[in-house]
């Protein structure tokens, strides 16, 4: 058993996978992920109504991209004003970079938006979703900085709790509202956990050089994220 653990192959080569095909099918617009995806999306559309729809604009609302840039800067700011600026840096590099690799996705995969029931007509490319992908970012952030070194489990297992249960409210509105296809979150989730696996990383090798630079003077502060 043991040896067969060994041999699987790292969790984040197979998610890389996972989207290397994901992006292929959609690119190419095979006819099979678009049978799924509008099969997969028949129980959210099912049933429209006024309350339903508002609530489902509500979330996609406070999700969009737009918003994500300002919950960016607020948590920027704030951790700069807190002497924390090392983080401060950190989160201005992996929002404001993966932001830009999720946009280059967009344009290289060009995957047309759904034409079936589309409550919320958007412009632009559709894959991979820029609302999950933003969320996706904001909400790991936040949980990685401020959640994860809670000493309390059961803290840091609620927070995970309502990461997970708000990322699934911000998949459905999309999907509910015609303005993505199931793949099209999918894509965003896988893409934001390859994103933040390479800049946790990198968190966690340069965070003592950086907080060193910025003091401008030695520090021998090792941060409690820096755990493996």
Do not use: C
Not at 201 to 216: D, E, K, N, S, V
């Amino acid at each position: 058993m043991n040896r067969l653990l060994k041999r699987r192959p790292p969790a984040i080569l197979v998610v890389m996978g996972i989207l290397i095909i994901l992006a292929l099918l959609a690119h190419f617009q095979a006819t099979p992920l678009t049978f799924i995806d509008q099969l997969l999306a028949t129980p959210l559309q099912a049933t429209v109504t006024p309350t339903k729809t508002f609530l489902m604009r509500l979330i996609s609302v406070i999700a969009q991209p737009a918003l994500a840039v300002l919950y960016a800067i607020v948590l920027i700011g704030g951790l700069w004003y807190f002497q924390r600026r090392a983080d401060a840096l950190w989160v201005l590099l992996t929002f404001g970079l993966g932001g830009v690799l999720s946009w280059l996705l967009k344009f290289v995969v060009a995957r047309p938006r759904p034409t079936l029931h589309v409550l919320v007509p958007e412009n632009g490319y559709s894959f991979p979703s820029g609302h999950v992908f933003s969320a996706v970012m904001i909400v790991s952030l936040l949980y990685y900085l401020f959640a994860r070194p809670l000493t309390k489990r059961w803290q840091r297992l609620a927070s995970l709790i309502a990461i997970g249960l708000w990322l699934g409210l911000v998949v459905a509105a999309r999907v509910y509202l015609g303005a993505h296809y199931l793949s099209d979150t999918i894509a965003a989730l896988l893409l934001g956990y390859l994103w933040l696996r390479i800049a946790i990383w990198l968190y966690q090798h340069f965070y003592t050089r950086l907080q060193t630079r910025l003091a401008g003077k030695p520090s021998t502060m090792r941060h409690s994220h820096q755990d493996k």
